[in-house]
């Protein structure tokens, strides 16, 4: 299938400043901007509108220059492959630091690809940078345009440039896999991150928006559903999507903390539309504190991640089990109403434990997470596959279950049935009567509980109103929420004090006004109470 937009990618040595750039050309804070050489990692992608005109832009990490990251060979396959399936690249270089060996290097492998090539010389804001510049223009690729990444300088002219070289190409063709699964992965595909010079809060947050911006919120069928990948480090998150993907597409080692981006790629699977997001993991927040602003922006951007996904995909490791950082993690996800699988990763290591492990092992598992037992648990292993397609299934399962709806009537016949064996009881202890019920919305599902003079159930109660509930009708996977509120509006008293009256009638109606026994002396009818009879 071919492509929607010409793909433009961003190339350049360690710290030349090319997640600037790529947060500048997208008006965004997506890629994670520190002065670490070799902070991106993954191939970060996003669409970029100017002038009218639109394209995909791929943001990747240094090559062939000094970088402390230990996974750099890793990076540096990955940009070669983005050089490969680019159809115009952005050669950007620091005019700062003037030519070095690691320009020439880069400049080598992309005459190599005979990609047409437009050549940044990035911080020439610098009166230095400017006087240096020139030296660059020997690398033989024109035209070369002086920019500013960080303070927007020059760009405007780059990116008519990028607008007016991408309208001429036809966008590559995508090979898509079918396989036995009948997992496809789907050849437009972004990608996330952080953003520029800011605090955490502020580069989470505009990531946030640009994921809520990228989500339909109508629930149609077309709707993207966004899925989370969340767990601690090395848990195997990046080699589950990889699987689910039938890609390399996230880079994977032994390395706890190799995912610093929050990266999403949308995957279509038997015509539903899932954005799959890969999160850095989250460790606890003394040691993320000490392991110093990277980190922390990471894990800002997980949490972020989690906020804004429809379903979380909890990853633990099965050699080590559910640990308690899981549960705060799955605790985060289970207060903002989010549809939660638990998915047991390295399945395939615990094959020799015997019989009855899978048994001892879900038990420890809900023991551990005990608030989750809602949550649907899969054993699977995204090293060999095994059972892998399963979790395409069951995510399909719960985005039904955190949309569905019940009928108000349905509702009310079955809160009926089940009050009127287990009435709920008020703190006053006050008897409590549930006039009716009704969902009032969806993901997560909410139902309100009208009373008499109630306005909290005990929380036993509310346990168990929810699972009478899910057995009822439903609701895998996602978390239920019950409010309650107390009618007491004129309406409500006077249809409550109705019994009351015509019993209070009976006794003081027409049948006293003729004095019956029942007949009180003074009351409005104008009764009076018989007279005694005189003793003889």
């Known amino acids: 299938m071919p492509r929607n937009l010409p793909a433009v990618v961003l190339i350049g040595r360690p710290n030349v400043g090319k997640s600037t750039l790529f947060n500048r050309l997208t008006r965004s804070r997506r890629s994670i901007v520190t002065p670490i050489p070799g902070t991106t990692r993954d191939v970060i992608a996003q669409r970029v509108e100017w002038q009218g005109a639109h394209f995909e832009l791929t943001d990747t990490g240094g090559m062939f220059g000094a970088s402390q990251d230990p996974l750099h060979a890793l990076v540096l396959d990955r940009g070669r492959r983005a050089i490969t399936d680019a159809d115009l690249l952005v050669f950007v270089v620091d005019g700062r630091e003037g030519l070095v060996s690691g320009d020439e290097e880069i400049a080598r492998a992309l005459r190599a690809a005979d990609t047409p090539v437009l050549l940044a010389i990035n911080k020439t804001d610098d009166h230095r940078a400017r006087a240096g510049a020139m030296e660059f223009y020997q690398l033989g690729f024109e035209p070369a345009f002086e920019i500013s990444a960080e303070h927007g300088e020059g760009v405007g002219d780059l990116l008519d440039a990028i607008v007016e070289r991408a309208g001429r190409f036809v966008p590559r063709e995508t090979v898509h896999l079918d396989d036995a699964d009948g997992v496809s992965p789907n050849d437009n595909s972004d990608s996330d991150a952080l953003g520029p010079h800011a605090s955490p809060a502020d580069v989470a947050q505009g990531a946030a928006g640009e994921r809520r911006g990228d989500r339909s919120a109508t629930g149609d069928a077309d709707a993207e559903a966004s899925i989370a990948i969340i767990g601690r480090p090395n848990a195997g998150k990046s080699s589950l999507v990889n699987r689910l993907l039938r890609e390399e597409r996230m880079i994977v080692s032994e390395m706890p903390g190799t995912t610093r981006d929050a990266v999403d790629t949308l995957l279509t699977w038997h015509r539903r ?50 640990t308690d950082q899981d549960a705060t993690i799955a605790g985060e996800a289970d207060r903002l109403g989010k549809g939660i699988i638990i998915a047991a990763n390295k399945w395939d290591l615990m094959k020799d434990r015997g019989q009855d492990f899978v048994k001892e092992f879900d038990e420890a598992l809900r023991r551990q997470l005990k608030f989750l037992d809602y949550a649907p648990v899969l054993h699977l292993s995204a090293q060999t596959g095994e059972r892998a397609s399963k979790l395409l299934e069951m995510i399909d399962k719960v985005s039904a279950s955190r949309r569905q709806r019940v009928k108000t009537g349905d509702l009310n016949r079955f809160v009926e049935a089940i009050t009127a064996a287990h009435p709920p009881a008020s703190p006053g202890h006050r008897h409590v009567r549930v006039l009716y019920a009704a969902q009032t919305s969806v993901a997560p599902p909410t139902f309100v509980f009208f009373t008499n003079v109630a306005t909290s159930f005990h929380f036993s109660y509310v346990r168990f109103l929810e699972n009478r509930i899910r057995d009822e009708f439903g609701f895998m996977g996602t978390p239920i929420r019950i409010q309650v509120r107390a009618r007491r509006n004129k309406e409500a008293e006077t249809a409550a004090e109705q019994p009351a009256r015509r019993r209070s009638k009976t006794s003081t109606g027409a049948g006293a006004r003729k004095g019956s026994p029942g007949g009180v002396k003074g009351t409005r009818s104008g009764a009076t109470r018989p007279r005694k009879k005189k003793r003889p």
């Not at 040691?287 to 922006?297: D, F, I, K, N």
């Not at 800002?300 to 991640?305: T, V």
């Not at 379903?311 to 050699?319: F, K």
Request: glycine share 8%.
């Open 273 to 322: 539309k899932f954005r799959i997001v890969d999160t850095a993991g989250i460790r606890r927040p003394g040691r993320v504190a000490r392991s110093g602003p990277l980190e922390s922006v990471s894990v800002l951007l997980s949490r972020r991640s989690i906020e804004t996904a429809d379903i979380v995909v909890l990853v633990v490791d099965a050699a080590a089990g559910a």
